[in-house]
Nanobody, 125 residues
Framework: QVQLVESGGGLVQAGGSLRLSCAAS????????MGWFRQAPGKEREFVAG????????YYADSVKDRFTISRDNAKNTLYLQMNSLKPEDTAVYYC??????????????????WGQGTQVTVSS
């Protein structure tokens, strides 16, 4: 069982930055592909960024490319999402998620087995 706890959300003005963290409670963290998803009110959960367990391979949604950076620190069992040039449309609950061990990195939420509780990001205009 993998438990994930996000932190770092908050209220920020448009153009500002935030860094989200996701602490994983497993010694196998380095072998799990990881992803960030978000869900805005009235909308479906959408893929934001993902990072493979080896390589790494990294994917971004077109809407965040060149503004957001996903990274992982396997020594600290922690996943990060650096968010720059934030826009009001980035407002959402952000979720950290983990795939099963050694899986191929996936952009689809159905490919992730473990989820955090989410952290709210609000960008004011």
């Amino acid at each position: 069982q993998v438990q994930l706890v996000e932190s770092g959300g908050g209220l920020v003005q448009a153009g500002g930055s935030l860094r989200l963290s996701c602490a994983a409670s497993t010694h196998t963290f380095s072998s799990h592909p990881m992803g960030w998803f978000r869900q805005a009110p009235g909308k479906e959960r959408e893929f934001v960024a993902g990072i493979s367990w080896r390589g790494p391979n990294i994917y971004y949604a077109d809407s965040v490319k060149d503004r957001f950076t996903i990274s992982r620190d396997n020594a600290k069992n922690t996943l990060y999402l650096q968010m720059n040039s934030l826009k009001p449309e980035d407002t959402a609950v952000y979720y950290c998620a983990a795939q099963i061990l050694y899986a191929t990195l996936n952009r689809d939420a159905s490919g992730y087995r473990y989820w955090g509780q989410g952290t709210q990001v609000t960008v004011s205009s």
